[in-house]
């Protein structure tokens, strides 16, 4: 069973999108989990992850406007994303972080597409 991200879509530059990552076999709940984002020709990047205590790390590029969340109850990972510009553009997954041993899980992702 793969990890299903949804929430993306089509928003102008400046808006926000919330984006979910249900486990629903709670496979990962001794796991740190992560938000990656993937740009066609360019390798997978992380750009966030939460640990199982609730630490958060976010990268320099996404610092400051994305929020990622769990919700324990409903094993969910969120990634709340604010002030959206056209180079966050890119089709973003859910995994656990690092996700080397979980390569079999990552889904379709959900595409988030930026307008100038």
């Known amino acids: 069973v793969q990890l299903q991200a949804s929430g993306g879509g089509l928003v102008q530059a400046g808006g926000s999108l919330r984006l979910s990552c249900v486990d629903r076999?709670?496979?990962?709940?001794?796991?740190?989990m992560g938000w990656y984002r993937q740009v066609p020709g360019s390798e997978r990047e992380l750009v966030a992850r939460?640990?199982?205590?609730?630490?958060?790390n976010y990268s320099d590029s996404v610092k400051g406007r994305f929020t990622i969340s769990r919700d324990w109850t409903k094993n969910t990972v969120y990634l709340n994303m604010n002030s959206l510009k056209p180079e966050d553009t890119a089709v973003y997954y859910c995994?656990?972080?690092?996700?080397?041993?979980?390569?079999?899980?990552w889904g379709q992702g959900t595409l988030v597409t930026v307008s100038s």
């Open positions: 995994n656990a972080y690092p996700p080397d041993y979980y390569r079999r899980y």
């Open positions: 939460i640990s199982r205590s609730g630490s958060t």
């Open positions: 076999r709670r496979i990962f709940s001794n796991n740190d």
